[in-house]
């Protein structure tokens, strides 16, 4: 897969001229060794617990949805890998909660991606045409297939709850006027840059820990590098903000080109993050294919065909589905679901999932 994007659906900081590579001197990877990094927040966003607070319950409350029973949390659950585990999400007018099974009138044109780490992720979206979370938080409202809700009428009911005055103010404090669109993407957007996987057991091996990935998980890293997967899916983040075209989809949807008006870009997409990938099935962006099995499967033949990767024995490639679901799974930054939000609106359900 060298030169390849897994691109499932679903970085290396640069340093000054100053600052030196960090050193490392933990058990043996098979690509440089970066740290996992740090959030940064926007310089006009600073993050604060009072401000989380009031974006997660935004992010659950469906107060921001014309049917006041979708919220951000229907597409993007922490029950499904932060996504919804269908191939495209159904909005407004949907029934039956987040999962499999949900159905309606209402789809996505993309698959949901992942929210783990999104922290790290600029641009955002598959096609990369918003710059910033605070941003992005405003698509799915304007979209009339998700939340349809003017953003201005969002702000304005907002306003008649007490208890959302109370929670702006606290966020807010040096505003005169807090409760605001400008303030809403904020909100969200510092909510959502607390969605972090940095604690997989490949972490906790590099950090020393030589016994934090079996026998087979470790064959699957090196097979992971072996077969070139990494040049894309790039550690310690496993993503790039490359866009390739994997040959998924029809010619229907351009991809980046949409964006750019560049003709290489044409059908490619982002190249989305592998931590905590087990949870977020279907993968690429249009939810096409069912299992991590399946999508590994589709990128080794579509590298050995363009000559970048040798064939993968069925064996090799169960060991970096291993890799991946093993040695970049961590779930323990996790949202929590309130029971309740200030709008008195039901908070949108799940399907069950068996825990894995």
């Given amino acids: 897969m060298r030169g390849a994007a897994l691109a499932l659906g679903l970085c290396v900081l640069g340093c000054g001229a100053a600052e030196e590579e960090p050193r490392y001197d933990g058990p043996p990877i098979p690509w440089p060794y970066a740290a996992f990094p740090k959030v940064a927040d926007p310089a006009d966003n600073p993050s604060s617990p009072a401000k989380v607070e009031l974006g997660r319950l935004l992010f659950y409350d469906p107060v921001l949805s014309t049917d006041r029973a979708v919220a951000c949390a229907t597409c993007h659950s922490e029950i499904w890998g932060m996504s919804d585990g269908l191939a495209l999400s159904v909005g407004v007018g949907g029934e039956g909660p987040t999962g499999p099974g949900r159905t309606g009138p209402n789809l996505t044109r993309r698959n949901a991606q992942t929210l783990w780490n999104v922290a790290f992720r600029s641009p955002i979206f598959w096609d990369g045409r918003t710059e910033t979370l605070e941003e992005q938080v405003l698509a799915p409202l304007a979209d009339p297939a998700e939340l349809g809700r003017d ?50 057991a490949y972490d906790h091996y590099t950090a020393g820990d030589a016994g934090a990935l079996s026998e087979e998980t470790l064959r699957g890293m090196f097979l992971f590098g072996e077969a070139g997967c990494a040049s894309c899916h790039t550690a310690p983040l496993f993503e790039s903000e490359r866009y390739e075209n994997r040959g998924i989809g029809g010619p229907e949807d351009l991809g980046r080109f949409e964006v750019t008006q560049n003709d290489a870009d044409r059908g490619a997409f982002r190249v989305p993050t592998l931590r905590n990938v087990r949870s977020s099935e279907p993968y690429f962006h249009d939810g096409s294919v069912a299992t991590l099995e399946d999508a590994v499967a589709h990128e080794v033949g579509r590298s050995v065909a363009d000559g970048s990767s040798r064939a993968l024995a069925p064996d090799e490639i169960a060991a970096i589905v291993r890799f991946l679901d093993k040695g970049l799974t961590d779930q323990s930054e996790e949202p929590s679901r309130p029971k309740h939000v200030p709008s008195g609106l039901p908070v949108p359900v799940d399907g069950f999932r068996v825990p894995r």
Wanted: proline share 10%; net charge negative; aromatic share 8%.
């Fill in 151 to 200: 953003p201005a009428e969002v702000v304005g009911e907002l306003a008649s709850i007490p208890k959302y005055v109370e929670l702006f103010e606290a966020a807010f404090p040096a505003d005169p006027a807090p409760v605001g669109v400008e303030n809403l993407t904020r909100a969200i957007g510092a909510f959502e840059r607390t969605i972090v996987a940095g604690r997989t």
